[in-house]
C-alpha cells in the first residue's frame, strides 16, 4: 500500500480555484472608461470599482483563515466560489454605479476565501516534495484567470454588452463551485485550529521595522500595477488611439509576459539578495513606465510589459522575505502582507485620478516613479542584506 505522504491530490481543481479567485477579481478594468461614459461619472468615481473589489480583500484576508481552521480547507472554498459566483451575477443588474461599487466589495469579501485557502490546502495535502509543483500550477490558474476575467469584460462589453461579462464570469464561478464540490478531495491532514485573538501576534508582527517595512514595500506594488493598468486604459481609449474595451481587454496580455517571468525572482535573489534584486526591479519598473509614455500604442504595451515584470519581481522577492524575518506565526504574516497589499491596490485605483485630471497619464506615470522610488528606498535602507531565498509566495493581480 502506498504511503499517504507519497500520494497527492488531483492537482486540476486547484487550477480551478485560482482561476475562479482571480477571472472576477479586476473584471471592471478594461471597461472603466465606458462606465465613466455609461454613467456621466469622473474616472475617480468608477475606479471605484476597482477599489472596493480590492479593499474587500484587504478586509476579509487576515480573518478568513480562522474560519478555515474550524470549518474546513473544502467548504470554505467551495461556498465562497459559489458566493463569489452569486455576487457577480447580482453585480451584472447594478442600475447604478453605486450598485456596482457595493457588489464589487462584497465580491472582494469572498475572494480570499478561494484563493487564500486553496494555498493552505495545497500546504496540509500535498507532501512537501510535490507542494511546490502544486503550487505553481495553482499559480498559472491565478494568471490565467486574472488575464481571461479581463479579456471577457472586454469583449463582452464591445460585441454584447458590458453586463454580459458579469453574466459570463458569474456561471463560470458558479460551474466552478459546482466542480470543486464534487471534484476536490475533502482534506484528510487537516487538524480543526481553536485559536485565540490574532490581536497580540498580529502587533509583534507590525512591531517589527523588518516585517513593517516589507508591507510597506507590498503597498507600493499593487500601487504600481494597479494604478499602471487602470489608468492606461483611460489614456489608451482617448484619442489619438481610441481603442474600443475588446482591445483594451487584449492589453492586459502583456501581464502575461510579466507573470512568465516571476519564477526567475527566486534565482535573482540567490544570486544577489533580496535588496539588489528589489532595485534591479524598481529600475525596470521605472523605466518601463517612462517608456509608456511614447506616443505609440507599441511604445505603451512595451513600458507596461517592462513595468509589470519588475513588478512582479519586486513581488516575489518580497513575500519571499517575509520567510527570512518572520520567527513565528508566518501564515499570519503573509496574511498581513497580503492586507498592505490590496491597501495598496486600493489607492492605486483611485489616487491617480486626481492626477489624471490635470496631467493625464504624463501624472500618473509621474506618480508611479514615485512610488517605485519609495519602494527602493524603503528595501535599501530598512532591509537587511539576504541571500537566503525561501519559495516564493507569488500573487497574481
Same mark, same amino acid.
Given at each position: 500500500m502506498k504511503s499517504p505522504h507519497k500520494s497527492s491530490p488531483n492537482i486540476a481543481p486547484v487550477v480551478? &480555484?485560482?482561476?475562479? #479567485?482571480? +477571472?472576477?477579481?479586476?473584471? +471592471?478594468?478594461?471597461?472603466?472608461? !465606458?462606465?465613466a461614459d455609461l454613467y456621466g461619472a469622473?474616472? &475617480?468615481?468608477?475606479?471605484? +470599482?476597482? +477599489? #472596493? #473589489?480590492?479593499?474587500?480583500? &484587504? !478586509?476579509?484576508a487576515p480573518f478568513i483563515g480562522q474560519l478555515a481552521d474550524r470549518l474546513g480547507r473544502k467548504p470554505v472554498i467551495v461556498w465562497s466560489a459559489a458566493i463569489l459566483g452569486i455576487t457577480t451575477l447580482l453585480a451584472a443588474t447594478s442600475p447604478t454605479l453605486n450598485w456596482l461599487i457595493f457588489w464589487r466589495f462584497l465580491q472582494g469579501l469572498v475572494t480570499p476565501g478561494v484563493f487564500a485557502i486553496t494555498v493552505a490546502y495545497i500546504n496540509d495535502e500535498w507532501p512537501p516534495a510535490r507542494a511546490g509543483a502544486a503550487a505553481g500550477a495553482y499559480v498559472s490558474g491565478t494568471v490565467i484567470g486574472g488575464f481571461s476575467g479581463r479579456a471577457i469584460s472586454g469583449l463582452a462589453s464591445e460585441f454584447i454588452g458590458w453586463r454580459w461579462g458579469f453574466v459570463i464570469a458569474g456561471i463560470l464561478s458558479m460551474a466552478i463551485a459546482l466542480t470543486l464540490l464534487r471534484t476536490l478531495p475533502l482534506e484528510k491532514r487537516f487538524v480543526r485550529g481553536t485559536h485565540s485573538s490574532l490581536l497580540r501576534p498580529a502587533l509583534v508582527h507590525l512591531r517589527n521595522p523588518q516585517l513593517l517595512a516589507t508591507y510597506s514595500a507590498g503597498f507600493c506594488v499593487l500601487f504600481t500595477i494597479i494604478a499602471l493598468f487602470t489608468y492606461a486604459t483611460f489614456h489608451l481609449a482617448a484619442p489619438p488611439y481610441s481603442l474600443s474595451p475588446g482591445q483594451l481587454g487584449a492589453i492586459f496580455s502583456v501581464y502575461l509576459v510579466g507573470a512568465s517571468i516571476t519564477p526567475l525572482a527566486g534565482r535573482a535573489v540567490d544570486k544577489f539578495g533580496h535588496r539588489k534584486t528589489v532595485l534591479i526591479a524598481s529600475a525596470i519598473g521605472m523605466t518601463g513606465a517612462l517608456i509608456s509614455l511614447m506616443p505609440s500604442v507599441w511604445g505603451v504595451l512595451l513600458g507596461l510589459t517592462l513595468s509589470s515584470s519588475g513588478v512582479f519581481i519586486t513581488q516575489s522577492a518580497a513575500v519571499s522575505y517575509i520567510g527570512t524575518v518572520a520567527k513565528q506565526a508566518r501564515a499570519l504574516a503573509v496574511g498581513l502582507y497580503v492586507t498592505f497589499y490590496y491597501v495598496g491596490g486600493s489607492f492605486g485605483s483611485t489616487g491617480p485620478a486626481w492626477l489624471w485630471d490635470a496631467w493625464k497619464w504624463p501624472g500618473c506615470v509621474a506618480l508611479i516613479v514615485c512610488v517605485q522610488t519609495i519602494l527602493a528606498c524603503i528595501v535599501w535602507f530598512a532591509w537587511r542584506p539576504s541571500t537566503a531565498a525561501t519559495e516564493p509566495l507569488q500573487s497574481p493581480v
Open positions: 480551478l &480555484a485560482g482561476f475562479c #479567485a482571480f +477571472t472576477n477579481l479586476f473584471l +471592471t478594468q478594461p471597461i472603466l472608461p !465606458l462606465l469622473s474616472k &475617480a468615481s468608477v475606479s471605484l +470599482t476597482v +477599489t #472596493a #473589489a480590492t479593499l474587500g480583500v &484587504a !478586509l476579509s
